[in-house]
C-alpha cells in the first residue's frame, strides 16, 4: 500500500476505500425480483383450464416474454399479458386439452434487472412424461459484456466526472490530468450509449451477436437503466464542457456533472427501488457523489505531487481539509444501506453477496488498522514537510520537503501508495460488478418469509394448502377442503401430516382448527430443515371413511 501516504488525506482516503464495499455494493449489485406466488400454483392439478395465470412478485415488474409449452411439446408465445404494479395476468388460449403445462416466463423489475422462471401445471391429470420448458438465461458472452460495460461507465462517472471536478474544488491547475480525465468520460460516453443495447441483450436473453438488430435496443430502452444511462451521459458531457473552461465557469459545470451523476446512479438499482425509496435513494445518491469526490481526486493528486512545486502541496491540504465531511457521510449512509440489504448478520455466510460482502469487510478491519499506523506515524511529518519520518529511507540529498514542493521520499512515497489506490479502485470496480448477477439478501429474506401455495388432490376431495412463513421454524398451514367430482365434502375432522424422508424426518401429526371461514389452521408446527417436504391432509369423512391428498412442498432455507 506504500508508507507515503502519511498525511490527513493518507488516512481519509484510506477510510472511504475501505468503505467503498458498502458505497458501491448496493448501487452495482444485482437486484433481482422474487416470485412471491402464483395462480394456479407451481405443480398444481387443476379439474378444468384456467383462462388466466397471475403471477405476484415483491417489486413492481414489467413482461418481457411469455411462452407456453403443452403437452404435445409445442410451445407459442403468449402476448395477451396484463401488468398491474408487482403482479403480472397472463390470459392462456381457449379450450386448451388435459395434460401438463410449462409456463415459462421473462420480466424486468422497476430496477431494470430482467428475471426468469417456469411454472408447471396440469389440466385433468399430469401427462406421461409431463411438459417442460427452459427457463431464458442471458449467454455467458452477454453477462460479461455487461459487466465490463458497468465498470466502463462507473470509470467514466468516478475518474471521469470525479476528477473534473477535483480539478476545479481541490487543484487550481491539474493539466497532466486532464488528458486521463478526458478517456475516462470518452470509456464511460461509449459505455453509456452500448449500456442501451446490452441491457437489451440481458432483457431478452440473447447472444451479443443481436446488436446487430434493433430487437436489444428497441428493449433497452424501455427499461429504467436507460434513465441512468441517460443521466449518465449528460454528467459525463456536462464534464467535458467544464474542461474546455476556467474559474467559475468551469467550477459550477463540474459541480452540476457531479450532482448529476448521483441522480444517474440512484435512477435505478435495488436499493433505490428499496423501501422507503425516498430514504433509499437519498442514501445512494450521496454515496455516488461521495465516490466520485474520492475517487475522482485520486489521479488529479498523484501527477500534482509528481510534479511537485506549491500547486501540488496545496491541492494536498485542500483535499484533506474538504473530505472529513464527505467521511461522515459515507460512513453514515453506507452502514444505512448495508443494514437495508443484508438485514440478517447471518445472510453475510449464508449467501453469495454476503459472502463476499464479508470479504470487504474483512479489507475494512485491515484497512482502518492501516490507516490508524500512517495517521499516528506519518500523517503530521507529511503535513509538515519533515523529510524522514519514522519507518522512512533518508530522502536523497537534493530532496526537499513535500511543503517546499520539491521531490523527496515522502512525495515519492506519497505518489506510490495513492497509485495503489487506483489500482485497488480497479479491482474493486471489477469485483463488485460481479454482484450484477447475485440476488441481495433482502431480495431473498423478502421471498422467504411470504407464504408458499399448492393444491393436493385424492379421489374424493382437493385441497388449498399454504404453508407461512416458507422458511425453517415454526408455521402456520392453512388447509381449504373442497369436494372432488360429484357430491358434497363433509369434514369431520382434519389433520396435517409432514415428513421429510430424505433427512430422516418421521412423519409429524398435528390436528388442524377450523377458523369458521371454511378454512382448517394448524398453528405452532415446527419444521426443523428446508428441503422438500411430504405433505399429507388427512380428512375424515364419516366413521369409517376417510380421503387423504398427498404431495410435496420445498421449503427454502
Same mark, same amino acid.
Given at each position: ?17 475501505? #468503505? ?17 406466488? @402464483? ?40 402476448? %395477451? ?39 408447471? &401445471?396440469?389440466?385433468?391429470?399430469? +401427462? ?13 458472452? +452477454? ?7 458497468? $465498470? ?21 491547475d491539474?493539466?497532466? @490530468? $486532464? ?12 459505455a ?5 443495447g ?18 436489444p ?20 458531457l456536462?464534464?467535458?464542457a ?25 435512477? @435505478? ?25 474520492w ?25 484533506? =481539509? =474538504?473530505?472529513?465531511? $464527505?467521511?461522515? /457521510?459515507? #460512513?453514515? @449512509? ?22 463476499? #460482502? ?6 475494512? $478491519? ?12 506519518? %500523517? ?15 530522502s ?16 515519492? +512515497? ?6 495503489l ?14 454482484? =450484477? &448477477? ?15 401455495a ?11 394448502? +399454504?404453508i ?7 408455521? %402456520?398451514? %392453512? ?14 375432522? #382434519? ?18 382448527? &377450523? ?15 428446508p ?8 380428512? /375424515? ?17
Amino acid at each position: 500500500m506504500g508508507w507515503g501516504l502519511g498525511s490527513l488525506p493518507r488516512t481519509l482516503f484510506r477510510t472511504i476505500w475501505a #468503505l467503498v464495499a458498502l458505497i458501491l455494493l448496493p448501487n452495482l449489485a444485482l437486484a433481482h425480483a422474487q416470485l412471491l406466488s @402464483s395462480d394456479p400454483n407451481d405443480g398444481a392439478v387443476l379439474a378444468s383450464a384456467p383462462a388466466a395465470v397471475t403471477l405476484t412478485f415483491n417489486e413492481p415488474v414489467s413482461p418481457i416474454t411469455i411462452k407456453l409449452a403443452r403437452p404435445d411439446g409445442s410451445v407459442s408465445l403468449i402476448d %395477451t399479458i396484463r401488468s398491474d404494479g408487482s403482479a403480472i395476468t397472463i390470459t392462456l388460449p381457449p379450450a386448451l386439452a388435459n395434460g401438463s403445462y410449462a409456463l415459462s416466463y421473462r420480466v424486468i423489475s422497476e430496477d431494470g434487472h430482467p428475471i426468469g422462471g417456469t411454472l408447471g &401445471f396440469s389440466i385433468g391429470a399430469p +401427462s406421461a412424461g409431463g411438459s417442460a420448458i427452459a427457463a431464458d438465461t442471458t449467454p455467458q458472452a +452477454s453477462r460479461l459484456l455487461i459487466l465490463a460495460q458497468r $465498470v466502463a461507465l462507473y470509470l467514466g462517472l468516478f475518474l471521469g466526472v470525479g476528477g473534473v471536478f477535483a480539478l476545479n474544488w481541490f487543484g487550481r491547475d491539474g493539466r497532466e @490530468s $486532464v488528458l486521463m480525465i478526458r478517456a475516462f468520460l470518452g470509456l464511460g460516453l461509449v459505455a453509456a450509449v452500448t449500456g442501451i443495447g446490452l441491457q437489451g441483450l440481458d432483457m431478452l436473453a440473447v447472444s451479443p451477436t443481436a446488436l446487430e438488430s434493433a430487437a436489444p435496443w428497441r428493449q433497452g430502452l424501455t427499461a429504467t437503466y436507460a434513465a441512468t444511462l441517460a443521466l449518465a451521459a449528460i454528467a459525463m458531457l456536462t464534464a467535458l464542457a467544464s474542461l474546455t473552461r476556467r474559474g467559475r465557469w468551469a467550477a459550477v459545470p463540474s459541480l452540476l456533472a457531479l450532482v448529476m451523476t448521483g441522480l444517474a446512479v440512484a435512477a @435505478s438499482g435495488h436499493a433505490s427501488a428499496a423501501e422507503p425509496q425516498w430514504l433509499m435513494r437519498s442514501a445512494v445518491f450521496v454515496h455516488a457523489i461521495c465516490v466520485a469526490v474520492w475517487i475522482g481526486a485520486l489521479l488529479p493528486l498523484t501527477l500534482a505531487l509528481k510534479r511537485g512545486g506549491a500547486a501540488g502541496a496545496a491541492m494536498l491540504q485542500r483535499f484533506s =481539509r =474538504r473530505i472529513l465531511p $464527505v467521511v461522515t /457521510l459515507l #460512513l453514515i @449512509s453506507g452502514i444505512a444501506l448495508a443494514v437495508v440489504q443484508v438485514r440478517k448478520v447471518e445472510a453475510l455466510v449464508t449467501t453469495q453477496y454476503g459472502t463476499v #460482502l464479508s470479504i470487504k469487510i474483512a479489507l475494512l $478491519v485491515a484497512l482502518f488498522a492501516a490507516a490508524a499506523v500512517n495517521r499516528a506515524f506519518l %500523517t503530521k511529518p507529511a503535513l509538515d514537510g519533515v523529510k524522514d519520518p519514522l519507518w522512512l529511507p533518508p530522502s536523497p540529498p537534493q530532496g526537499g520537503s513535500v511543503g517546499d514542493g520539491s521531490s523527496t521520499t515522502v512525495g515519492r +512515497s506519497l505518489r506510490i501508495s495513492i497509485l495503489l489506490e487506483i489500482l485497488i479502485v480497479f479491482a474493486i470496480l471489477i469485483t463488485v460488478a460481479n454482484w =450484477r &448477477f447475485t440476488p441481495p439478501p433482502r431480495a431473498l429474506q423478502l421471498a422467504a418469509r411470504q407464504a408458499v401455495a399448492t393444491e393436493l388432490m385424492s379421489d374424493k376431495a382437493m385441497v388449498e394448502l +399454504s404453508i407461512f412463513p416458507a422458511a425453517p421454524g415454526p408455521v %402456520t398451514v %392453512t388447509v381449504t377442503p373442497m369436494a372432488h367430482g360429484t357430491g358434497d365434502l363433509t369434514v369431520k375432522e #382434519l389433520s396435517v401430516i409432514v415428513s421429510n424422508p430424505g433427512a430422516g424426518i418421521e412423519p409429524i401429526r398435528k390436528k388442524a382448527e &377450523f377458523n369458521g371461514d371454511g378454512e382448517y389452521v394448524v398453528e405452532g408446527l415446527r419444521l426443523p430443515l428446508p428441503g422438500r417436504w411430504h405433505i399429507r391432509v388427512e380428512i /375424515l369423512i364419516s366413521d369409517f371413511e376417510m380421503t387423504a391428498p398427498e404431495g410435496e412442498m420445498t421449503i427454502s432455507p
